[in-house]
């Protein structure tokens, strides 16, 4: 089993800046893709950001030029460094990671979810 830990969440006043990190273990795994998802009071999961394995990057147009999410792929993990922030990034930060994993009989496909880490970004 894949285990997803995600850290760095934080009170930061509107206009900061903040990195979120990320490390996947435990397992043999591959990892297809990981992303960060982020979830507001009384709003559903949303993705923020996505990078594949082959470097692919993608946003959600609120994030777009503000945020930046990399990966280190032989250490399993993700960052989200997040400039400019506003009182709309806040929410609860979730990471995910898509992966083929070996099970007991051979290779499958499978999603994992961090804990979630809490950013919250004052006016």
């Known amino acids: 089993q894949v285990q997803v830990l995600e850290f760095g969440g934080a009170l930061v006043q509107a206009g900061g800046s903040l990195r979120l990190s990320c490390v996947a273990s435990g397992g043999t795994f591959g990892i297809d893709a990981m992303g960060w998802y982020r979830q507001a009071p009384g709003k559903q999961r949303e993705l923020v950001a996505r990078?594949?394995?082959?470097?692919?990057?993608n946003y959600t147009d609120s994030v777009k030029g503000r945020f930046a999410i990399s990966r280190e792929n032989d250490k399993n993990t993700m960052s989200l460094q997040m400039q400019n922030l506003k009182p709309e990034d806040t929410g609860v930060y979730y990471c995910?990671?898509?992966?083929?994993?070996?099970?007991?009989?051979?290779?499958?496909?499978?999603?994992?979810w961090g804990q979630g880490t809490q950013v919250t970004v004052s006016s």
């Open positions: 990078i594949t394995d082959g470097g692919i990057t």
């Open positions: 995910n990671v898509e992966a083929a994993v070996m099970g007991d009989y051979g290779w499958y496909e499978s999603e994992f």
